[in-house]
Structure formats: C-alpha cells, structure tokens
C-alpha cells in the first residue's frame, strides 16, 4: 500500500484539505480553469454533494429541485443488472461508453464545449453499481478527445474500501488514470477533511489564474495529523487486506441467501462495498421498494442498521466500517435470512414473498 501511494504521488500534484463536498466544488473549478469549458456530463441518479455548484450536477438532487441545467448532460449509469445493457451483453463496458460518447456529441451538436466527466468509481446511490471493467478508459477517451477532462469520485470509496486495490478506480484496469480524483470521509474517519489531487498541467493552469486558492480550515495540522494517523492504521492493520478476505465472505453468505430467497435478485460488491438488490418478480426486476423499507426497519429493531439506495430505494447498501469482522458478517446475514424468511412466511405482498424454495 506504502509503494502504491508514492506511485501515485508522482502524477497527483495538487492537495488540499477541504471539507467533503468541497472537494468536488474544488475539481469542477479545476476542470473548467485547465479546459476553458463550462458543461459537465454526469451519470444518471448521481450524487456529488451538498454545494448548490454540486447539486447542479448531481441528478438525484437536482430532479426534485430546480431541474437540469443547460451545462449538464446525463448519461446512463452503467448498471449490468437492470440497465439498457445487462449480463448478457457482450461488452458492456463498450455500449455504456458508447452511451456517453453520444450524449458529448448531442451537446457539441448545440455548441457546447465539456469541461469534464464526473463519476464516482463506484456509484453507490445509483445503486451500489459496479461499472464494467473497461468502461472508464472508454469513457475517458471520449472525455478527453472532447476537451475535457475525468473526475473519478473517491469520497465513499477510495482508501482500501474495495480490497483489492486502494483507490476504486483501479479496478477499471492498471492503464487507467483519472485527471482529478476527490476523495473525503474515509481520510478522516469521521474526521471533516478532505482532498484533491490532480496532475501537474491542471494544478499549474489553476495557478496561472492568479487566483489563490484558501479556505478557513485548509492545512489544518490537526487534520494532517488525523489523516497520517488513518493512513497509518490502514497500513499497520492492513485494513484493506482486511476488506478483501472479509468482503469475500460476506458475498459469499448473501450468494447463499440469495440462493434461498428469490426476493434478493442480485448481489454485487467489491471488498466491504456491496449491493443486494430485492425485487418484486424475477422476469422484470421490478424494484421492491416498500419490501426493502420494511426489511430495513426489522433489521433496526434486531440492533442492524442497513439503509437503502438506488433509483427505486430497494437495494440494501453494505458499507461497514473497514474493521469489520468476520463474525459481524455472519451476525447481519443470519439477522437477515431470519426476517426474509418470516417475510415469506407472513408478509406475502410480493411474487417473490409467494414463491417458496
């Protein structure tokens, strides 16, 4: 991990300190300064923070509030499991991209320029999404070739949360390197720092501006002695080690329960970042929103506290702190094949509730 950081030190010029979303208001300022462009493209039901210049471009927040602006151009998340292009496609990751490359050229078409591609490594209120491997350096490519640049998203995360990488996005393919990567939250542990980092040309096009950039808390030493302090336990617990055997086992157990309970359609996940997905009918996927709400509420009475994401709310978010444990694992899922199987026994309101193994 210690070798993998000073790799990367090496292209990642620019850090500051910031808090979260700040991180992100901070990248888009970057990318419009090293572009000259305005226009942003980002995936459907995103979301990048609590800052009016971030819930422009995030469409989960801006769909129930002002709308879309004229600079922000959607395109399809990349979901394998209940988007345009699913399991059987034969490459994915090329006809998601491809989705992508048409949204720039619908915006050229009306004279717009991008300025960059935002994207979380691994959308997680779209629906705790794993992009196809492949899809980002397809997508970069028609990012850059339009003049803009590729923001990977790593402030749910980055920081070993995966296992077997550090940082999200490397799980996309060795040869893929975003322009800008955000990252926040898991830095601290809890702790309100976060930071950007970028490549030489970018941080160099920001500070030919002549405009500084500070904020009240930026270089706090309290902060860069709490983000050492992280980095260090990651480092010395091997905590990311840790996520790999751990998120292993976990998938393994929710395959089972999935084997089981016809109501878990799919599970998805790398490391401790996971996504069961609950639907009403196996043929339409259709998304069991008010099923996954109550089985979140059960779990919360048995001392496990899930929440939900996606589109239709019905995909159950695994996200646990990264010392997790093995026995935690087996605690939540017997917690959960419990309450499905009452479900199915009692609540019935669904095809999926009706069918017995």
Request: hydrophobic content about 40%; charged content about 20%; proline content about 5%.
């Amino acid at each position: 991990m210690a070798a993998d950081r000073r790799a990367k030190a090496d292209t990642l010029a620019l850090r500051r300190q910031l808090i979260r979303s700040e991180a992100n208001d901070l990248a888009l300022r970057l990318a419009r300064h090293y572009t000259g462009h305005q226009d942003v493209v980002v995936l459907d039901h995103a979301y990048h923070g609590h800052l009016s210049s971030l819930i422009d471009i995030s469409p989960y927040k801006f769909r129930n509030l002002d709308g879309q602006k004229e600079w922000v151009h959607v395109a399809p998340l990349p979901d394998t499991y209940r988007g345009p292009y699913q399991e059987d496609h034969p490459n994915p990751a090329v006809a998601y991209a491809n989705e992508v490359k048409r949204v720039v050229s619908s915006a050229q078409e009306k004279g717009r320029k991008i300025a960059a591609f935002f994207a979380e490594s691994l959308p997680s209120v779209g629906g705790q999404i794993i992009p196809p491997a492949g899809y980002f350096s397809q997508v970069a490519e028609h990012i850059r070739r339009a003049g803009g640049v590729f923001v990977a998203d790593e402030i749910q995360v980055g920081f070993g949360r995966v296992g077997k990488h550090f940082w999200a996005f490397q799980l996309q393919g060795k040869d893929f390197v975003p322009d800008i990567v955000t990252m926040g939250k898991s830095i601290g542990n809890g702790h309100p720092v976060a930071c950007v980092a970028t490549t030489q040309p970018v941080a160099r096009a920001f500070e030919a501006t002549g405009v500084e950039y500070f904020n009240t808390f930026g270089g706090s030493p309290v902060s860069c002695a709490v983000g050492l302090a992280v980095l260090n336990v990651l480092e010395k617990e091997q905590l990311q080690a840790h996520a790999t055997s751990v998120g292993s086992f976990l998938m393994e157990l929710l395959g089972q329960q999935k084997i089981k309970h016809p109501i878990i359609g799919d599970v998805r996940g790398v490391g401790l970042f996971i996504g069961v997905d609950l639907i009403k009918d196996v043929a339409t996927r259709t998304p069991a929103t008010e099923e996954a709400a109550y089985l979140v509420s059960r779990l919360k009475e048995n001392y496990v506290l899930l929440s939900t994401d996606g589109p239709g709310r019905n995909i159950l978010k695994f996200k646990p702190p990264m010392c997790f444990s093995l026995d935690n694992a087996r605690l939540v899922v017997a917690k959960l094949d419990a309450i499905l199987t009452d479900m199915e026994e009692k609540v019935r309101s669904c095809e999926t509730l009706r069918l017995q193994p």
